[in-house]
C-alpha cells in the first residue's frame, strides 16, 4: 500500500521559513514526478510546486507564481521529495499535501493525482 508522510508543518511569524518533507513507502517512485499542494479553508486544493524527471537522476522544479522566488522544491531522492518555504506571508497558511504520480509528471490540478498525504498545517501569523 503506498502512503506519503509529511513532516515541517507548524506556526511561523510573516518572514520566517519552514521545511516540509514527504516520505514515500509502498512502491518506488523512481522516475515518477512528486510534488505539494496546499489548501487554505474553504478554498479548493491549489498547486504550489511540482518535480518532473529529465532523465537519470536529473528533474526540472516547477512552481506556481504566488510562491515562485521564495519556495524551493527539492527531490532529495526517489522516494522523498522537500519543500523549503522562506518568506512566509499569511496567505501561505494552508494544509500543505504531498502529492505523487505514476508518470513523470503531476498534473497542476488536483484532479487526476495518483497519489496524497494526509497533509501538514502551516500556519502564518501576521
Known amino acids: 500500500q503506498v502512503q506519503l508522510v509529511e513532516s515541517g508543518g507548524g506556526l511561523v511569524q510573516a518572514g520566517g521559513s519552514l521545511r516540509l518533507s514527504c516520505a514515500a513507502s509502498g512502491r518506488t517512485f523512481s522516475g515518477a514526478g512528486m510534488g505539494w499542494f496546499r489548501q487554505a479553508p474553504g478554498q479548493e486544493r491549489e498547486f504550489v510546486a511540482r518535480t518532473t524527471w529529465s532523465s537519470g537522476t536529473a528533474y526540472y522544479a516547477y512552481y506556481a507564481d504566488s510562491v515562485k522566488g521564495r519556495f524551493t522544491i527539492t527531490r532529495n531522492n526517489e522516494n522523498t521529495v522537500s519543500l523549503q518555504m522562506n518568506g512566509l506571508k499569511p496567505e501561505d497558511t494552508a494544509v500543505y499535501y504531498c502529492?505523487?504520480?505514476?508518470?513523470?509528471?503531476?498534473?497542476?490540478?488536483?484532479?487526476?493525482?495518483?497519489?496524497w498525504g494526509k497533509g501538514t498545517l502551516v500556519t502564518v501569523s501576521s
Open positions: 502529492a505523487a504520480g505514476r508518470g513523470p509528471d503531476i498534473p497542476t490540478r488536483a484532479e487526476g493525482i495518483a497519489y
